[in-house]
């Protein structure tokens, strides 16, 4: 399997797992989706539906139509206030430490029911 990330500021290029597209989001980068196996399918068209970026076949890619959806992505201005507010939302959202105290509530709240 293929696995490649490109990041040409200010764009991502990858076939885009969860994690690529949060590391994308959090640095408020548009993304190119090139969807390879499992799950990128999904990702990339939820990225495309809520407008952060778009996605291309990788059956169809070649130079040009690469080039074309690169400066589409990176001229649209929807795209670039969506990502921009998506990772703002993110770094304010409190980071990895909100998540640890959030699943440390959470499992103290299954314990005190379970008793």
Request: hydrophobic share 40%; charged share 25%; with cysteine.
């Amino acid at each position: 399997m293929i696995n490649w990330l490109f990041l040409i500021e200010p764009i991502s290029l990858s076939p885009m797992e969860v994690c690529s597209a949060d590391e994308a989001l959090y640095y408020q980068v548009p993304m190119v989706v090139v969807p390879m196996a499992d799950d990128r399918p999904a990702v990339g068209a939820r990225i495309a539906e809520l407008g952060l970026g778009t996605v291309l076949d990788r059956k169809a890619i070649d130079g040009t139509s690469l080039r074309q959806t690169a400066s589409d992505v990176l001229g649209d201005q929807s795209i670039a206030t969506n990502v921009k507010q998506f990772g703002e939302d993110m770094r304010n959202s409190g980071g990895n430490r909100r998540v640890m105290e959030d699943l440390n509530n959470l499992l103290r709240d299954k314990r005190k029911h379970a008793r």
